[in-house]
Structures are given as structure tokens and as C-alpha cells.
């Protein structure tokens, strides 16, 4: 019975959206090729020697929502940004998980793959197909990407790879380069929480978790197909805690009702869920795809591990947004970086969903060697990763 309903629970899931698979390469798109046009016009093709020392090198392609993206990849972001938070992160984009996980594995910036100029320089370092507010499923406005068309532009990437370097040389370069995924944030704020599509009426917690893990075992099965052997899968954070949550939840109770630090305990236990079938579906594809190496990083984990000893990591504030207005500064997000606070560093989170510089900082330590949060990637970490 249990078998038969999670068949049409990802039955469902495909209706919503089919994801397309890497098989036979997708012709390469009027946008890439008029970019390699322009290149050849400008006198820039790659020489030769890069070519042979395309096998030597490690890419990281990243693909995920505004954890992975300030707005610099996302078309119009400014202009189409609903929840009124326009600059995510503090900065740019290089305070961000993915970007200091690239500074440790001695990676250069990671473009975004809207602002390439079509060199092959900038496809052997890596690409940022992330863009702010993606889903998983099937975004509630055609402004916002989903997963899916992610992965067609890594598809994409890959055929451009292969009419570049060969289909030999590309394929060594794709087995040993890493694909980061983080997604799920914006489907529970967006798609469930606050219902835009309906999807809460038609699926409890448990099976949007399930649709969720079943659409991102599909990814991660396609990208293993298209040769990639390294894939780093984030989980989603505790969005029960973030400052938006709080303030929807917590904004007419008086102080200490919400357990003291300012967490959502349901919304978080929908999280928990997603979570762990996520990590339990990525333990399985390990055992069954030859060769993978599937890493899942908890940042759940790790949040809460800052925010149940925050002085211990130098934090103060474990509520407040360092950029927005309002209560916890959360009924308006960050409209302009010169109204945020003077010490992110003490805030555990910069925007409305978002962590600051400090705490990605620590996430990333994590990631990379286990310290200070040990366990955090599973079963291995981000250096092991790099050094199998």
C-alpha cells in the first residue's frame, strides 16, 4: 500500500514537472552559440595548449536559489524580487557557501552563467547557474527558474564542453569536476507555506517532502548519466528560525512564547522531514551508482548547533535581520545595503530567509574539514571529496 501511493506521489511530482534528461544533448542554444560567435569575431578562441590542459583541471558548477545567487543571475531581479528583499547578501556573491567552498578548493570566482562571455576559460573553472527564488518544482511565476531549466543549461554547458575540447577531454574534465545543489528553501516559502499554487491543499508536508527528494534523486541520477561523478547536495536550513517566520508567526505574543530563540517548531519539523528523505535517498544512489560520490551537508544542523550557543561563535543577535525594517527586522527585507547593520558579523541572519557572511563563513569550515561542526557532510567531507 505504502509502495503504491509513493508511486503516485511521484507520479504526481512528474506531472508537475518533467525534468529532461541529458540523453542524446540538447542542441546547443541560439544564446551559447551567438556567444561563441562573438567570441571567434573578437580574435578569442582558447589555444591550443588549453585544450591539453583542459584533463588537468577541476570545475565546480553550481546550481541552487539565493543561497547560491545574490540577484546577479537572476534576469530583471530587481524589478520582479517579490519579497521585497533586493540584495541578499552582504555584498556579493562571494559571501556565500558555494563561493567560499570555491576559495578552499583553490577555485577563482564562479561566474554566473548569464554574465559569460562564451569563453571556454570560463566553462573549465566552473559555472553559477543558480538564480534567486528557484524551486524545485515548478516555480508560481514565470519570472522565477526552477531545477530543471538549471540543469538544461548544465546540458547545455556540457554539449559546448564536448565541441570544444572532445568528447574525451570533456567527459575526464565533467568526471572530475563538482556539482553543488541547494534547493528546497524556496519551495516551502513559496510554493507550500504560503500556498501560492495551491500545492498545500493538495499534499500534506510528508508527500510535498517526498515530491521534492523524488524530483532531486531524478537530477542527481541525470547528472551521473552526463558523467559527473562529484555532487555536493545541501540541505535546506532551518526556516523556522529565519526572521520572516518569526515575525508572521511570533508577532503578537510576548517575548519568551516562542521557546526564547525564536524558532517556528513546525516549520521546522516540515524541514526535518525533507531533510532526512533527502539524505536517505542520496545514501541509497551511493550504493547503487558505480563510482558516485554523493555528499550531503546538513546546514540545518549546523545553524542550529550556532544558534542553540550563539556567544560561543561571537553572535548577539539571533533574531533580527542585520538588513530589513520592522519587527526583527523582517516586515520589510533589504532594500538598499546602506540600511543594514554596522556588525553583521554579530547577526545570525542578514535578510529574511538568508544567514550572513559569519555564519556561511563557519558552514563553510565545516563543509571542508569537519571543524567546528563535526559531521556536517555526510559520509564524507568537501576536502575528502576533492582528494578521492
Known sequence: ????????????????????APKGLALVPLLVLLMRFVTIANGELPEAPLRRNASDRTALYVLGDSSVDCGDNTLFYPLLH????LYPCNGSDTTLLPHLLAKKMGMANIPPFYSQNGSIEELLLG??????EATIMKPSSQSHQSLNQQLRQVFETVQLLQLELGENSADHLIGSSVVYLSFGKDD???LFLRNSSGVRLKFSSQEFALILVNQMMHVIRNLYNANFRKIICMGTLPLGCAPRTVWERYNNTTPGEDGGRGCVGDINKMVLEYNTMLEEGIVELNSKLPGAQIVFCDVYRGIMKILTKPGQYGFKDLRSACCGAGLYGAMIGCLSPETACNESSTHIWWDLYNPTQAVNSLLADSAWSGRPFSGMCRPISIQELLTK
Do not use: P, W
Not at 559555472?127 to 534567486?132: D, K, R, V
Open 127 to 132: 559555472l553559477n547557474f543558480g538564480s534567486a
Open 82 to 85: 517579490r519579497n521585497l528583499s
Open 1 to 20: 500500500m505504502r509502495r503504491s501511493k509513493e508511486k503516485q506521489q511521484s507520479f504526481n511530482a512528474k506531472k508537475l514537472e518533467t525534468t529532461v
Open 188 to 190: 516551502y516559502i513559496d
